[in-house]
């Protein structure tokens, strides 16, 4: 078990190496991440009692992510952030071997949060099909910093009878009157799907339905995510075991969506065309909420498990980060990604770019109007985007550590914006309808495009 004890006792250890984290060159400047050690996904996103919470899956003492808890930070306005205290600790028989993903649901003032507790018997087992529980816990806090006990809700014996021991990752959804929880999963006969349950409080929550296709599309579908935009359901999952093709799911894992018709009273529902929400090598685990302004906002984990290529920044006690905020959209049932508008507050110097000019950057943003049918941008000197024959191209040479290219079917560009970060660039296209994330690792400063545009270099955001 990994508890708040355990935790301060070692932490204390450890502050040696935070000095080493903190002078990092490839330390982001305006991304949200850890104080030290493993990040993955966000969880838990909310906004409450005027500040945004933003939780994360967090190993705090080994880079490599072993001992997973919740981190947690707060923002006001998404440019000042403060690192606060672990929130959830894997120490109770329900989550002892890990504090895995969730998600939080605000009523009566207080903040209901939903994860998953991990539990591995010892033994000779798969962890699959058997010894592990894979628990769906309840915790109740007044102001997003503490609670009171775990609540266990979904237990083994609550699935059904042909699902393997890999259901998790619990996001809520409220329609008239009853909360829906969504639980992605793995059947026995290794098929993808999303668990539906409902319940009139959110405590007792009975199994309702379940969602997937009728052809196969992956053994996993995790971290699921519901809403609607403008009267349009979508259905966000991870799908895990999509075979790989020219243009589509180039990751080993993918992330995307279906637009889906459903009533979930009568239990019907028809899938739409999936689309995948990022083309790029570095992003995973995305979680929406809706604030209080009526937008919702996209967080993700920019990493990938299981991946090819490696991140340097091992040697120095972290790895990972999340994803700019994202305000999402519809239009034309597709999902539209769009930086947050506050991330406008960040900008400083405006360049005005000349065709083929370079400059000594590498902490900007990026826009142009001005697109024509062939272009190249180089955003370092071994990381080009090209755009020919309908296709964008990104190319990443060693600063990518085994990343090498990414390429996307685009018949029409209408607008490119490009967010680069000391070890990130984010790569929105047409108002968001095609994005590409991935982490880069070059320490040259270096920036040239053949195409005209605007280039705004880029402050810092504030830690506490």
């Not at 330390?27 to 104080?35: E, G």
Request: with cysteine.
């Amino acid at each position: 078990m990994y508890g708040k004890e355990f935790y301060e006792n070692k932490f204390n250890k450890t502050i040696g190496r935070l000095e080493t984290v903190k002078n990092d060159y490839f330390r982001l400047r305006y991304h949200i991440s850890q104080k030290i050690g493993w990040l993955n996904d966000p969880n838990g996103l909310c906004q409450f009692d005027g500040k945004y919470h933003i939780y994360f899956q967090y190993d705090p003492f080994d880079a490599s992510g072993k001992n997973i808890i919740w981190g947690h930070i707060t923002t006001a306005d998404f440019i000042n952030y403060t690192y606060e205290q672990p929130f959830i600790f894997a120490d109770s028989n329900l989550d002892k071997d890990g504090a895995y993903s969730g998600s939080a649901v605000i009523k009566d003032n207080k903040i209901n949060f939903f994860y998953t507790g991990n539990v591995k018997y010892n033994g000779a087992y798969d962890y699959i099909y058997k010894g592990r529980e894979h628990n769906t816990i309840k915790i109740v806090s007044d102001n997003g910093y503490n609670f009171d006990e775990k609540e266990l809700l979904l237990s083994n014996k609550d699935y059904p009878n042909n699902m393997s021991c890999h259901v998790r990752d619990p996001k809520i959804y409220e329609e008239n009157g009853l909360y829906y929880m969504f639980l992605g999963a793995r059947s026995n006969d290794n098929n993808g799907l999303v668990l539906v349950y409902k319940s009139s409080d959110l405590s007792t929550f009975t199994y309702h339905m379940q969602i997937t296709t009728s052809y196969d599309f992956g053994y996993m579908w995790e971290c699921p995510d519901y809403f609607d935009i403008n009267g349009k359901k979508y259905l966000l999952v991870c799908p895990q075991g999509l075979k790989s093709e020219e243009f589509n799911y180039q990751n080993v894992y993918q992330s995307g969506y279906f637009p889906i018709e459903i009533d979930l009273e009568s239990k019907k529902y028809n899938l739409g065309t999936f689309a995948e929400l990022d083309y790029g090598f570095d992003f995973y685990a995305p979680q929406t909420f809706e604030d209080k302004k009526g937008r919702r906002i996209l967080i993700g984990w920019m990493g990938m498990s299981d991946a090819s290529y490696s991140n340097p920044t091992i040697e120095n006690y972290w790895q990972h980060c999340l994803t700019i905020p994202r305000e999402i959209k519809a239009r034309d049932n597709k999902i539209l990604q769009s930086p947050i508008e506050e991330l406008k507050a960040l900008r400083k110097d405006n360049v005005d770019i000349i065709k083929y000019h370079s400059y000594e950057e590498n902490i900007f943003e990026f826009i142009s109007y001005n697109l024509e049918k062939e272009f190249e941008i180089y955003l370092r000197k071994d990381v080009k985007l090209i755009y020919n024959n309908d296709i964008l191209h990104l190319y990443i040479g060693e600063s990518g550590y085994g990343k090498n290219d990414r390429k996307v079917i685009i018949e029409s560009m209408n607008n490119l914006r490009i967010f680069s970060d000391s070890s990130s660039i984010e790569i929105f296209v047409n108002d968001g309808e095609y994005v590409l994330s991935s982490r880069i690792y070059s320490k040259e400063k270096y920036f040239s495009s053949s195409i005209k545009g605007n280039l705004y270099k880029l402050k810092s955001i504030n830690w506490n």
